[in-house]
């Protein structure tokens, strides 16, 4: 059995790979009466399109969205909206040598030992082409939830993070690298540049804070707000760990310095004021009004310069160089991808709270 769906009551498919005609995405469970249009959508896929800075894959695509159904007069009207984006740039011939050997750290050869055939062009469903269905679905929660406030920002590059002392937000849109630090964006244009030349690669570790989120959203165990928001994180192409608030840090302290102390609120509010946010927004399951806390990891990019060592389909052991225009750190680009997810998580968990809570 295939899954290619997300979400409990706001629910999205996405479809098509990398070197198909088009991708795109449906996405059911949309209320009605939403204001929505395609230049609603496409700001969040130019965040992501290719081809923007040389810190990215040189694929030039436009990834201009088409609204295919579920919108009258601008208006969502409660039927499954369908999404689509046009693949125009593909180079399926860069791909000849990966029909005959495994890229080590690609889902090549898992993909193999499931279906016993692929689609090699670009790692077909398996690329990060992918996630433009996802961002695209993500514009459409957005709606859903909007005066929730979701903003993702690259925190580190191949091991070298930020320095939160110099964070600021209006620096995330300056820089190729959606980066708070302009000290660190510096320094990484070096790095990633000379992974780059090198024909390597680096990983990046994204953080997604979303404000706005009030107490109440989630549920006690089988649809707890961190295990959705994990398993959607899990699901990105490359995302290897996720952590909710201090996450593994938070292994490291004693039970009062993990505690999210709480007081009255001086504002006269019946909830009450926390001292801080170890918990990134989340306890038990369900929301606590402070801001949600994620940060996803993601792998260097498998498809590199560098020879590797692999095998053939028939067991025989080569190197492989993997042609073609790749991200010399797929993680850049996911800060938009990151933001998506935790938009549809939330526009899931609204409805879903507004289903039995009324």
Known sequence: MSFNTFGRVFRFTTWGESHGPALGAVVDGCPPG??????????????????TSRFTTQRQEPDAVRILSGVFEGRTTGTPISLMIENVDQRSKDYSDVAKAYRPGHADYSYDAKYGFRDYRGGGRSSARETAARVAAGAVARAVIPDVEIIAYVAEIGGDAINRDNFEVTQIAKNPFFCPDEAAAARW????DEARKAGSSLGAVIECVATGVPAGWGAPLYAKLDSELAAAMMSINAVKGVEIGAGFEAARLRGEENADRMRPSTAGSNQPEFLANNAGGIAG???TGQPVVVRVAFKPTSSILTPVETVTREGEATDIVTKGRHDPCVGIRGAPVVEAMMALVLADQKLLHRAQCG
């Open 189 to 192: 244009e070096k790095l990633v």
């Open 34 to 51: 939403l204001a929505l249009s395609e230049a609603d959508i496409q700001p969040f896929l130019d965040k992501r399109r290719p081809g």
């Open 285 to 287: 399951g369900i929301s």
